[in-house]
């Protein structure tokens, strides 16, 4: 089993459209959760840190469910701009940082 | 957050040579690390470059093959040397304030092999 999973997607959203992903993770001791943004041939963004109690930030939602050990991602009312690959990370140790391999969305207009 | 920056940002090679990349931070961070990404992969982590000690190297990677140099809190360099057609990639410094804090990405130095 992969520390850090993710559905690769690509979702295809409409523009407007509300859209969730999921990303779990192994290690019940990971401590850090974040959420990034990568462009395409661009290095990945924060997005936003994800804690326990979540938090949101504008039309993304974070929340973090460490019974079941996932971090999820909502974004409503979707622009074409949130057109990326969401990735999530997770750490692990002493400056251990697990990547997911991401999430493709595509906004469609 | 710190604003980093990296040079080259890209580099046509020939095979058997090598290039040095440079990851310069604005402010001083613990620790620096190196990743590697192929086109339409995820990332893949190199080492980790911790001022004043040896760089740690992931599974797969080498001191020889990919020097680092981390000589003070905000400057680091990675070498990739004697390359070959399968380094082409994007390599990527991304540095931590602190443990557990969130990293942040400099643009990227794409480099071809030919």
């Known amino acids: 089993r992969k520390e850090v999973e993710q559905d690769p997607g690509p979702f295809n959203v409409p523009e407007g459209a509300t859209v969730a992903f999921n990303c779990t993770y192994s290690?019940?001791?990971?401590?850090?959760f974040f959420w990034y943004r990568q462009d395409c041939r661009k290095e990945p963004k924060l997005l936003m840190s994800?804690?326990?109690s979540g938090n949101e930030d504008g039309r993304f939602t974070a929340q973090l469910n460490r019974a079941s050990q996932y971090i999820s991602l909502l974004i409503r009312d979707s622009k074409l701009s949130d057109s990326a690959t969401y990735l999530c990370?997770?750490?692990?140790?002493?400056?251990?940082?697990?990547f997911g391999t991401g999430t493709r969305l595509k906004v469609l207009a | 957050s710190a604003v980093i920056s990296q040079k080259p940002s890209r580099d046509i090679c020939q095979r058997g040579t090598s290039l040095t990349i440079q990851c310069q931070v604005d402010?001083?961070?613990?620790?620096m690390f190196w990743y590697r990404q192929q086109p339409g992969q995820s990332l893949t982590l190199i080492a980790t470059?911790?001022?004043?000690?040896?760089?740690?190297?992931e599974s797969g990677f080498v001191i020889d093959k990919f020097p680092i140099s981390r000589p003070n809190l905000t400057f680091s360099t990675l070498t990739v040397s004697n390359m070959s057609p399968e380094d082409s990639s994007i390599y990527l410094c991304?540095?931590?304030?602190?443990?557990?804090?969130?990293?942040?990405f400099g643009d990227g130095t794409r480099l071809s092999i030919l």
């Open positions: 991304s540095v931590a304030g602190a443990d557990n804090q969130p990293q942040h």
């Open positions: 290690n019940s001791a990971s401590q850090s």
């Open positions: 994800v804690y326990s």
């Open positions: 990370v997770v750490t692990k140790g002493t400056y251990k940082y697990i």
């Open positions: 402010s001083q961070v613990t620790m």
């Open positions: 470059a911790n001022q004043g000690s040896e760089a740690t190297y």
